[in-house]
DNA sequence: TAGATTGTTAATCGATTAACAATC
DNA sequence: TAGATTGTTAATCGATTAACAATC
């Protein structure tokens, strides 16, 4: 990363980028020391030109002659997504969503921790969630004090009193999993992750004529 | 929808129209029975133009001078996606993350049901996971003819043994939602769904300098 | 009819790709 | 050095957008 502008990157190549760190994460180490361009596209179904561009925006992680070293290659992409400190993760919603979460593997590779989940249902709060305790919204003051917390994720079908809690918690990051669109102030990052959409789209694939 | 063709239609526009289709869903029936591409821009955060040229991709779904009919646009969304008949998807691995999918309610307003779940673990074979009976890998093909399923699931950390008994079964969608990649043969449509990359690209935009 | 809003086109803008120079 | 593979450019391809004609 040579650059020290934050640089406008589209969507598609930062949403690639997460895609290849993933990969590299799930690689078995002892057997890929090294990777090219070529390699990587094959793997992810792509091509070596568009893997060098995306990697290009940020100046290019290699060296010519030779294929990507896994190890700088690793620690560029972490960068890249501000993954050098410890992330801290809010959960809202003590759902079959938040214990996915805290089941997924990745998360833990990448050094992102679920610093505490929350519940607005009283009957719930102080009860175990999966070795968790489901804390009061009240509590998330002294949650975001200890923990880094930098995203907000919405589990519960209802996003409002959600995004609420975390705009006056200043939790400036919004992961919206609930299946209603919703919206925050300026200064706030939203993203919907309609997870329906990519099963819709398999399902365009398969009509066939 | 006026095409009999299928056109080649971009990754964007379907996942798109996808979104479009869940919003409409979301909607209070009795305040939306019309609604202009401009309120829809608003809704998604996208522009009326856009919302139109990806309608026009499958020859329009209004008529000048009137804003869209909800009830109208539902149904063309939901043909545009193969939803007429009775979907069935089979969930492979009894993990957390099938049990989100359980109670994910836009698949049950979509039509979309859950076949099944198969999981490779003997001791869980037979058990119950939350009303359904956690079914064994032979038991498949009995399921898939029951229950049109035409989409399989993978939410197993491991996606290869999946992925081999839902190309034995020839079921031909398959939605990976692993952390790795997995390929299947010709014929066979594979999605890989890498939830992570949503929360990166948020820690991305959270990123300031 | 007049007004509203769509369908449709074409210009603009941005992403992908191939080609090759750079260089380890 | 020669070979390999990157970084970088520029052409091509595709998506977005604005403008307006069509029309209910």
């Known amino acids: 990363m040579k650059d020290i502008f934050k640089i406008s990157i589209s969507r598609v190549t930062l949403r690639r980028l997460a895609d290849y760190l993933c990969i590299l994460l799930q690689l078995p180490v002892e057997r890929f020391k090294q990777i090219s361009s ?29 294929p990507y070293d896994v190890g700088i290659l690793l620690s560029e992409l972490k960068q890249v997504f501000g993954l050098d400190d410890r992330i801290g993760i809010l959960i809202v919603g003590a759902t079959p969503a938040a214990e996915m979460l805290l089941n997924n593997s990745m998360l833990k590779t ?23 305790k489901i804390r009061a919204p009240k509590d998330v003051p002294a949650l975001k004090a200890d923990n880094n917390i930098k995203i907000g994720v919405i589990t519960c079908e209802e996003p409002e009193p959600a995004v609420k809690l975390l705009v006056e918690n200043n939790i400036r990051g919004i992961w919206n999993l609930s299946p209603r669109h919703v919206s925050a102030p300026k200064g706030f990052h939203i993203r919907y992750e309609n997870i329906t959409g990519g099963l819709l789209h398999l399902l365009y694939d398969l009509i066939e004529l």
Do not use: E, M, T
Request: proline share 4%.
């Open 38 to 66: 070529a390699q990587f596209a094959k793997i992810i179904g792509s091509k070596p030109s568009r893997v060098r561009q995306d990697f290009h925006y940020f100046g290019g992680f290699g060296k010519p002659g030779h």
């Open 110 to 132: 990448l050094n992102i921790h679920i610093a505490g989940i929350v519940d607005f249902n009283r009957r719930k709060i102080d009860k175990d969630f999966h070795g968790h």
